[in-house]
């Protein structure tokens, strides 16, 4: 059964570095082809993309949001991790992980973290 | 960036009924080598993280119920609901996983009348 909870710091005011935490079952980073990536979704808005790394540790980033982002992985405790540095009230949003494989969509994703940006 | 366009914004239908949805990619998501389509949809229910529905465009995935049905290629592309159940009260989104970034449509909101 393949499951995926993120985790976070709920709220963090403007300039600062966000830290989420991807913590999987069921799947490893460590098999050829399987990746994870992170997608975010303000409230009451659309899905974005922002990066994912995969079990070779090649990774891709949102050209629209590269210079902020760094996306690293823990195979042997089943984690994935994103950065978002110099934060605003822009990426106030839900924040979620999700399985990936090569050539295909993600399929199992994660509950989603609430993240509040705000002074 | 694959731009992806989904209409209408919003639809309201009456349990039992029919309803399609369009979603147009501004780039062909058919690569030639396979003759597959790099298009999926996701159903979105209030509260809850996307749930991936159809896959290759028209391959429903394991358990999603035969009224979900995929269709088109190139660049243009539709989900239609059978016969719409109020459980069914979701937003659709539809996305291409031709090439990073992968991108999705704005969604379509299903109301139930």
């Known amino acids: 059964q393949v499951t995926l909870k993120e985790s976070g710091p709920g709220i963090l005011q403007p300039s600062q570095t966000l830290s989420l935490t991807c913590t999987f079952s069921?799947?490893?980073?460590?098999?050829?082809?399987?990746?994870v990536g992170w997608i975010r979704q303000p409230s009451g808005k659309g899905l974005e993309w922002l990066a994912n790394i995969w079990w070779d540790d090649d990774k891709y980033y949102n050209p629209s949001l590269k210079n902020r982002l760094t996306i690293s992985k823990d195979t042997s405790n089943n984690q994935a991790f994103l950065k978002i540095t110099n934060v605003d009230t822009a990426d106030t949003a839900t924040y979620y992980c999700?399985?990936?494989?090569?050539?295909?969509?993600?399929?199992?994703w994660g509950q989603g973290v609430m993240v509040t940006v705000s002074s | 960036d694959i731009v992806m366009t989904q209409t209408p914004s919003s639809q309201a239908v009456s349990a039992g009924e029919k309803v399609t949805m369009s979603c147009k990619s501004s780039q062909s998501l058919l690569y030639n080598e396979n003759k597959k389509n790099y298009l999926a949809w996701y159903q979105q229910k209030p509260g809850q993280s996307p749930k991936l529905l159809i896959y290759w465009a028209s391959t429903r995935e394991s358990g999603v119920p035969d009224r979900f049905i995929g269709s088109g290629s190139g660049t243009d592309f539709t989900l239609t609901i059978s016969s719409v159940q109020a459980e069914d009260l979701a937003v659709y989104y539809c996305?291409?996983?031709?090439?990073?970034?992968?991108?999705f449509g704005s969604g379509t909101k299903l109301e139930i009348k």
């Open positions: 069921g799947f490893s980073l460590s098999t050829y082809g399987m990746g």
């Open positions: 999700a399985r990936i494989e090569g050539g295909s969509p993600p399929d199992y």
């Open positions: 996305q291409q996983y031709y090439n990073f970034p992968l991108t």
